[in-house]
């Protein structure tokens, strides 16, 4: 980093993607050194293309094609679940954190999300539901609200409005 002023940037953004994290059950990776690297990342995105785009992945610049991988992105989640921590290392679990469990390689998932949606439309177990408003699903951490259109920010996670799927 070239100045104090990046120094402080990435500072404070480290200070709240933590504050969050643990707020909200996550954990940021105990390599000090490793996460700043990858907050500068986001920074470094920030300016680029406006949103906090993952650092580890190639984002288009345009937001309606990367919303699945604006931090913290769609395959965090599962990716925890199964490998321990996200694809980028941001976010880690307990036994990660605790140094019980070592990092190990994570797949990219973000082609096969695409393969998954063509195999769901092509189903034909489907049932249909009607009801009285459209029920929206925050596709970062899967909260769930009817109503006629998805909320400016979810209240869990604070995700913004784009990041909202429409669930039923």
């Known amino acids: 980093m070239d100045s104090r002023h990046d120094t402080a940037a990435v500072d404070n953004?480290?200070?709240?993607?933590?504050?969050?994290?643990?707020k909200f059950g996550y954990h940021l990776n105990p390599d000090i050194e490793f996460t700043r690297s990858l907050v500068e990342g986001?920074?470094?995105n920030i300016g680029r293309y406006g949103y906090m785009a993952c650092p580890c992945?190639?984002?288009?610049?345009?937001r309606a094609q990367d919303l699945d991988i604006i931090c913290p992105c769609d395959?965090?989640?599962?990716?925890?679940?199964?490998?321990g921590a996200c694809f980028c290392a941001l976010y880690v679990n307990t036994p990660i954190l605790q140094g019980k469990q070592a990092l190990k390689p994570v797949p990219?998932?973000?082609?096969?999300?695409?393969?998954?949606?063509?195999?769901?439309?092509?189903?034909?177990?489907?049932?249909?539901?009607?009801?009285?408003?459209p029920v929206w699903r925050?596709?970062?951490?899967?909260?769930?609200?009817?109503?006629?259109?998805?909320?400016e920010i979810c209240p869990i996670c604070k995700a913004t409005k784009d990041r909202f799927e429409r669930f039923v």
């Open 108 to 133: 990219e998932r973000r082609g096969q999300k695409m393969v998954e949606k063509k195999q769901e439309s092509a189903s034909t177990g489907s049932v249909t539901i009607k009801l009285s408003q």
């Open 57 to 62: 992945r190639l984002a288009s610049g345009i």
């Open 138 to 151: 925050c596709k970062v951490c899967g909260y769930l609200c009817a109503r006629g259109e998805p909320p």
């Open 42 to 44: 986001l920074l470094t």
């Open 13 to 22: 953004l480290f200070a709240r993607l933590n504050a969050d994290a643990e």
């Open 75 to 83: 395959y965090r989640d599962p990716d925890l679940s199964e490998y």
